[in-house]
C-alpha cells in the first residue's frame, strides 16, 4: 500500500468535514491505558538515501547468505567505491525523478510545437530556464543543448556572431573532451582556437589560468575567452580578472560550469557574457557519457544569437497565462545558413530531470548538498596528503583535486581496483607534461568515509630511502 503523507492542513480540513475538533478527540472513545502517551521506542528516522542503502544490504543478504557467500560473487554484481569525476559526477537522485519522468505525459511527448496541447511540457521547460537564470546570474537560458561539451562549442559560435570576429582564446584547463569537440566544430569554419596554459607546479602552483599569458594571447580578432569554473583539476578560476582582461581588448568572456552543483556554493560567474553549463549533476544518473544536458545562458542582449530552444511566457486570447516556443532559429525552423544552430534536438527529458532535482532541493538544499562535497574533497585531500601523496595545485578548489603519487598511476589504480576501488583520473594522457604519476580525485556526497579511508590505506607505499615524489614539469603555453 502506498503511504500517501497528509499536511497539518489536510488533517485539520479531515476533522472539519466530519465535526471533530482534534485527533485526540478523535480517539477519546479508547481507554486511556490503551492510548500510547509517549514517542514510540524504534530507532532515528532515515534519509531516502539510508533506506535504499538499507534495502540493498537486505537484498545481498537475502541473495547470497553469509559474507563469505557475498566477497565470493563475481566483481560485476558488486558496487564499487569511485573516485572519478573530469565531468560525470555521481550524485544522489531522489527516486520522484524516475516517478515523473516516466509519466507517458513527459516520456512520449514529441516536440512541442503545437502549444495548446503541450502547455505541461513547456511550463517545465520554462521552468528548467528560470532555475538556471537565477543559478547563473544570467538573465536568458535555453532548454537546451546536447550537453556541455556541444554547448561550450555552440557558445563560441554564438560570440563569433555577436562580435563580427573569428577566433578564440580557449584555456588549457577546459575539460580535454570539450576542446576536442569544439576543435572539431570550428575547423573547417575559419575559426582559429589559441591554447592558453595554466600556472603549473614550479610557478606560483595555482592551477588557474595564466593570466600575463592570456592578456597577450587576445587580438583585435579574438571574439571571445572560454574558461571553465571549476576548471578541469576542480581549481576555482578567478572569473572577475579574467573577464577584465577580455573585457578591455572587446573580446566576450565564456564560462563552462561541467559541475553544476558547485553553482550552490560558488559565487555566479556574473562577469561572464555567455555562460555554457553541464547540468549532468541535477538527477542525471552517469551512464556510458550520455544523454546529458547542456544549456547556454547569456546577457539578455545577446538572445537573438542564442542556439537551441527557448520557451516564452505569454497570454492567450482570454488573458490566460500560457506557454510557446520563441525564437527558435534552428534548421529546422529556417534557412540553414541563417539558423543559429545546426544542432536540431535538446534534451528535454534530462532537463526535466534536473527541473525535478532543482524543485526538490530548493536553494538552501543545493548549498548544503555542495557544502557536503566540499567537506567530503577536504576530508578526502587530508588523508591521501597524510598518506604520501601530494596536492599539485594551491588553488581553491570544490569537490575534485589533482595528486601526485610515489607511484605511475596505472599501477597505483590496479592496485585499488583489486580491492574494489576506482582511483583516480590519470592526469598524463592530456597533460603529458605532468608525469604519469599525477591523478584527478572526486569525492561527492556519496563518496563515504569508509571508502576514502580504504583508498588512504592503500595509497602509501614505501619510497627507498632519499627518494622524493617526482616533479611535474612546467606546462606549455601556446596556439594549436
Same mark, same amino acid.
Given at each position: 500500500?502506498? +503511504?500517501?503523507?497528509?499536511?497539518?492542513?489536510?488533517?485539520?480540513?479531515?476533522?472539519?468535514?466530519?465535526?471533530?475538533?482534534?485527533?485526540?478527540?478523535?480517539?477519546?472513545?479508547?481507554?486511556?491505558? +490503551?492510548?500510547?502517551?509517549?514517542?514510540?521506542?524504534?530507532?532515528?528516522?532515515?534519509?531516502?538515501?539510508?533506506?535504499?542503502?538499507?534495502?540493498?544490504?537486505?537484498?545481498?543478504?537475502?541473495?547470497?547468505?553469509?559474507?563469505?557467500?557475498?566477497?565470493?560473487?563475481?566483481?560485476?554484481?558488486?558496487?564499487?567505491?569511485?573516485?572519478?569525476?573530469? @565531468?560525470?559526477?555521481?550524485?544522489?537522485?531522489?527516486?520522484?525523478?524516475?516517478?515523473?519522468?516516466?509519466?507517458?505525459?513527459?516520456?512520449?511527448?514529441?516536440?512541442?510545437?503545437?502549444?495548446?496541447?503541450?502547455?505541461?511540457?513547456?511550463?517545465?521547460?520554462?521552468? =528548467? /530556464?528560470?532555475?538556471?537564470?537565477?543559478?547563473? @546570474?544570467?538573465?536568458?537560458?535555453?532548454?537546451?543543448?546536447?550537453?556541455?561539451?556541444?554547448?561550450?562549442? %555552440?557558445?563560441?559560435?554564438?560570440?563569433?556572431?555577436?562580435?563580427?570576429?573569428?577566433?578564440?582564446?580557449?584555456?588549457?584547463?577546459?575539460?580535454?573532451? +570539450?576542446?576536442?569537440?569544439?576543435?572539431?566544430?570550428?575547423?573547417?569554419? #575559419?575559426?582559429?582556437?589559441?591554447?592558453? *596554459?595554466?600556472?603549473?607546479?614550479?610557478?606560483?602552483?595555482?592551477?588557474?589560468?595564466?593570466?600575463?599569458?592570456?592578456?597577450?594571447?587576445?587580438?583585435?580578432?579574438?571574439?571571445?575567452?572560454?574558461?571553465?569554473?571549476?576548471?578541469?583539476? *576542480?581549481?576555482?578560476?578567478?572569473?572577475?580578472?579574467?573577464?577584465?582582461?577580455?573585457?578591455?581588448?572587446?573580446?566576450?568572456?565564456?564560462?563552462?560550469?561541467? %559541475?553544476?552543483?558547485?553553482? *550552490?556554493?560558488?559565487?555566479?560567474?556574473?562577469?561572464?557574457?555567455?555562460?555554457?553549463?553541464?547540468? /549532468?549533476?541535477? *538527477?542525471?544518473?552517469?551512464?556510458?557519457?550520455?544523454?546529458?544536458?547542456?544549456?547556454?545562458?547569456?546577457?539578455?542582449?545577446?538572445?537573438?544569437?542564442?542556439?537551441?530552444?527557448?520557451?516564452?511566457?505569454?497570454?492567450?486570447?482570454?488573458?490566460?497565462?500560457?506557454?510557446?516556443?520563441?525564437?527558435?532559429?534552428?534548421?529546422?525552423?529556417?534557412?540553414?545558413?541563417?539558423?543559429?544552430?545546426?544542432?536540431?534536438?535538446?534534451?528535454?527529458?534530462?532537463?526535466?530531470?534536473?527541473?525535478?532535482?532543482?524543485?526538490?532541493?530548493?536553494?538552501?538544499?543545493?548549498?548544503?548538498?555542495?557544502? /557536503?562535497?566540499?567537506?567530503?574533497?577536504? +576530508?578526502?585531500?587530508?588523508?591521501?596528503?597524510?598518506?604520501?601523496?601530494?596536492?599539485?595545485?594551491?588553488?581553491?578548489?570544490?569537490?575534485? =583535486?589533482?595528486?601526485?603519487?610515489?607511484?605511475?598511476?596505472?599501477?597505483?589504480?590496479?592496485?585499488?581496483?583489486? /580491492?574494489?576501488?576506482? #582511483?583516480?583520473?590519470?592526469?598524463?594522457?592530456?597533460?603529458?607534461?605532468?608525469?604519469?604519476?599525477?591523478?584527478?580525485?572526486?569525492?561527492?556526497?556519496?563518496?563515504?568515509?569508509?571508502?576514502?579511508?580504504?583508498?588512504?590505506?592503500?595509497?602509501?607505499?614505501?619510497?627507498?630511502?632519499?627518494?622524493?615524489?617526482?616533479?611535474?614539469?612546467?606546462?606549455?603555453?601556446?596556439?594549436?
Amino acid at each position: 500500500m502506498r +503511504y500517501l503523507p497528509k499536511s497539518s492542513a489536510d488533517r485539520q480540513a479531515m476533522l472539519d468535514e466530519i465535526g471533530v475538533p482534534s485527533i485526540g478527540s478523535l480517539f477519546e472513545t479508547i481507554p486511556a491505558e +490503551y492510548r500510547l502517551a509517549g514517542d514510540l521506542n524504534i530507532p532515528r528516522q532515515h534519509s531516502e538515501s539510508e533506506i535504499l542503502d538499507r534495502f540493498r544490504a537486505f537484498a545481498g543478504n537475502l541473495a547470497g547468505g553469509d559474507a563469505e557467500d557475498l566477497a565470493a560473487r563475481p566483481a560485476s554484481s558488486r558496487l564499487f567505491a569511485s573516485f572519478l569525476g573530469a @565531468g560525470a559526477y555521481r550524485h544522489y537522485r531522489p527516486a520522484i525523478i524516475d516517478s515523473l519522468v516516466q509519466r507517458g505525459e513527459f516520456l512520449t511527448s514529441y516536440t512541442p510545437y503545437q502549444p495548446e496541447i503541450a502547455q505541461g511540457t513547456l511550463q517545465a521547460m520554462f521552468e =528548467f /530556464q528560470t532555475m538556471i537564470c537565477e543559478l547563473t @546570474g544570467m538573465e536568458i537560458a535555453n532548454a537546451s543543448m546536447y550537453d556541455g561539451s556541444t554547448g561550450a562549442a %555552440e557558445s563560441i559560435l554564438m560570440a563569433c556572431r555577436v562580435t563580427g570576429r573569428q577566433g578564440a582564446v580557449v584555456a588549457r584547463t577546459v575539460h580535454p573532451e +570539450y576542446r576536442e569537440v569544439l576543435a572539431t566544430l570550428t575547423r573547417h569554419q #575559419g575559426i582559429p582556437i589559441t591554447e592558453v *596554459g595554466y600556472t603549473a607546479p614550479g610557478a606560483d602552483q595555482s592551477g588557474r589560468i595564466d593570466l600575463a599569458a592570456l592578456d597577450a594571447a587576445i587580438t583585435d580578432q579574438t571574439a571571445c575567452v572560454l574558461l571553465q569554473s571549476p576548471n578541469f583539476f *576542480g581549481v576555482i578560476e578567478d572569473v572577475a580578472a579574467v573577464a577584465a582582461i577580455a573585457h578591455r581588448k572587446g573580446a566576450l568572456l565564456i564560462v563552462s560550469i561541467a %559541475e553544476a552543483v558547485s553553482l *550552490g556554493i560558488l559565487r555566479a560567474p556574473v562577469e561572464a557574457d555567455i555562460v555554457s553549463l553541464e547540468a /549532468q549533476s541535477f *538527477g542525471v544518473p552517469v551512464g556510458f557519457g550520455g544523454p546529458y544536458c547542456g544549456v547556454i545562458a547569456c546577457k539578455e542582449q545577446f538572445l537573438r544569437q542564442m542556439p537551441g530552444r527557448l520557451v516564452g511566457e505569454t497570454k492567450d486570447a482570454d488573458g490566460r497565462r500560457g506557454y510557446v516556443l520563441t525564437l527558435s532559429t534552428r534548421e529546422q525552423h529556417i534557412r540553414r545558413e541563417k539558423a543559429t544552430s545546426n544542432i536540431c534536438t535538446n534534451q528535454a527529458l534530462v532537463a526535466l530531470m534536473a527541473t525535478i532535482f532543482l524543485t526538490v532541493y530548493g536553494k538552501q538544499g543545493l548549498r548544503e548538498l555542495s557544502e /557536503q562535497n566540499l567537506a567530503k574533497a577536504a +576530508y578526502l585531500e587530508s588523508a591521501l596528503h597524510s598518506a604520501g601523496g601530494r596536492p599539485l595545485f594551491s588553488a581553491p578548489h570544490f569537490h575534485e =583535486f589533482a595528486l601526485a603519487t610515489r607511484e605511475p598511476a596505472a599501477e597505483l589504480n590496479a592496485r585499488l581496483l583489486e /580491492q574494489q576501488i576506482v #582511483g583516480g583520473l590519470a592526469l598524463d594522457r592530456w597533460y603529458p607534461e605532468l608525469g604519469a604519476n599525477t591523478t584527478l580525485w572526486c569525492a561527492t556526497e556519496l563518496t563515504t568515509r569508509a571508502q576514502m579511508d580504504a583508498a588512504a590505506a592503500l595509497l602509501y607505499v614505501p619510497a627507498p630511502a632519499g627518494a622524493a615524489l617526482p616533479e611535474p614539469q612546467q606546462t606549455l603555453t601556446g596556439a594549436r
